[in-house]
T-cell receptor
Framework: AQSVTQPDIHITVSEGASLELRCNYS??????LFWYVQSPGQGLQLLLK??????LVQGIKGFEAEFKRSQSSFNLRKPSVHWSDAAEYFC???????????FGTGTRLTIIP | DGGITQSPKYLFRKEGQNVTLSCEQN?????MYWYRQDPGQGLRLIYY???????QKGDIAEGYSVSREKKESFPLTVTSAQKNPTAFYLC????????????FGPGTRLTVT
């Protein structure tokens, strides 16, 4: 069975600083990987996804993520965060031909001035 | 505008009562999902349905029931058998074309006392 680990429960970053949120997955075959963002009390919005090909994927709101098979990782990055990026971020994985997602426990991002 | 609606936003019930959460989508999506979200635990899959009149249990189906009589509707009933029903419930859908992107509703916060 697949699993996702987000080792950081809470991260605080200064506005304008760079950001990296960690995600490690466990899955036997090639995983399909996703990053979602959730504002407080709201549903989730897809930031980006990786299926195959170029291991660096670009998403919405200036986010990118890099798939590293050797490290079983799919870390999310942003070069300069804005106060509006404060939210909870979830990494998720699914198998090919199976649209059921397995989510990590999330990382809450706080932005300070 | 197309999307997923969940109602109500907040729901309060007494222990021992069944309660039904609504999920409606006008995206013409085939597959629909119900997740439960608890602090620090991410999203966990309760039930999913890939086609009308068919649904499968997810990872935490005990104490819940669903129906899928119409393509656009996937109501979730939280029964009195669910030991810890207080949680944030999220409904999602996918179009089944292989994009794997799940579209989420705004969620319903259920409080049982």
């Amino acid at each position: 069975a697949q699993s996702v680990t987000q080792p950081d429960i809470h991260i605080t970053v200064s506005e304008g600083a760079s950001l990296e949120l960690r995600c490690n997955y466990s899955y036997g075959a090639t995983p399909y990987l996703f990053w979602y963002v959730q504002s407080p009390g709201q549903g989730l919005q897809l930031l980006l996804k990786y299926f195959s090909g170029d291991t660096l994927v670009q998403g919405i709101k200036g986010f990118e993520a890099e798939f590293k098979r050797s490290q079983s990782s799919f870390n999310l990055r942003k070069p300069s965060v804005h106060w509006s990026d404060a939210a909870e971020y979830f990494c998720a994985v699914c198998a090919e031909k199976d649209e059921k997602l397995t989510f990590g426990t999330g990382t809450r991002l706080t932005i300070i001035p | 505008d197309g999307g997923i609606t969940q109602s109500p936003k907040y729901l309060f019930r007494k222990e021992g009562q069944n309660v039904t959460l609504s999920c409606e989508q006008n995206l013409n999506h085939d597959a629909m999902y119900w997740y439960r979200q608890d602090p620090g635990q991410g999203l966990r899959l309760i039930y999913y349905s890939q086609i009308v009149n068919d649904f499968q249990k997810g990872d935490i189906a005990e104490g819940y029931s669903v129906s899928r009589e119409k393509k656009e509707s996937f109501p979730l009933t939280v029964t009195s058998a669910q030991k810890n029903p207080t949680a944030f419930y999220l409904c999602a859908s996918t179009d089944g074309t292989g994009s794997y992107e799940q579209y989420f509703g705004p969620g319903t916060r259920l409080t049982v006392t």
